[in-house]
């Protein structure tokens, strides 16, 4: 039963560095091919994540896993969470990804579609989601850092705050007719 249980101090070092190291490939991982990665998952984008999630594993707990080593795993995956939550400045700028106009107005901007690996109907379809019946009645459409697209419908205006740090918002302000 120990063998089972139980975990070298040897090994438990291996698996908190095999577990930070696997942490670091995802999070480079996402950082590269954008946050397309974690928006709507398909079938595949599934399969996809399953399959991530066994290779962390099998990486992390080794040939023989133990349930002690798996407590450390999980252990190390949360506090990686933690610390990656907790960085600021420069450290933040290259761990996450800014958010990305997809639309300004009316005009669906391409570039950033084809920038952030967004299929034209994949766009379309989270705006029927949201309840737009006509592209008139957008405002702005943003891919999140989370992987999400939100969008803002005419009508309002659209606060200087909601801009702040997106990438594209001086194409929303132009869209909107102002220039600040």
């Known amino acids: 039963m120990r063998e089972l249980l139980g975990i070298t101090p040897l090994e438990a070092v291996a698996v908190v560095l095999a577990t930070v190291g696997m942490y670091a490939a995802l999070v480079v991982l996402v950082r590269l091919l954008g946050q ?3 928006a709507g998952l398909s079938a595949f984008d599934l399969a996809a994540i399953i399959g991530i999630g066994s290779i ?5 707990l080794g040939e023989a896993p133990h349930l002690a080593g798996g407590i450390i ?6 506090g990686c969470q933690l610390a990656t939550s907790r960085i600021g400045g420069w450290g933040a700028r ?6 990305v106009v997809l639309m300004a107005g009316s005009q669906v901007v391409e570039r950033n579609l084809r ?8 766009l379309a379809g989270r705006l029927r989601q949201a309840g737009i019946r006509n592209v008139d009645e957008v405002a702005m ?14 009508g309002t205006d659209v606060s200087p705050f909601l801009l702040d740090g997106v990438d594209g918002a001086d194409l929303v ?3 909107l007719g102002r220039t600040e």
């Open 115 to 122: 920038r952030c690996r967004i299929a034209p109907h994949e």
């Open 173 to 175: 302000r132009k869209s």
């Open 94 to 99: 290259a761990i996450t990804t800014r958010p």
């Open 36 to 38: 397309r990665m974690l």
């Open 56 to 60: 962390m594993g099998r990486a992390a």
């Open 141 to 154: 459409a943003v891919l999140e850092p989370s992987g999400t697209i939100s969008v803002t419908r005419r």
């Open 73 to 78: 795993a999980l252990a190390t995956l949360a």
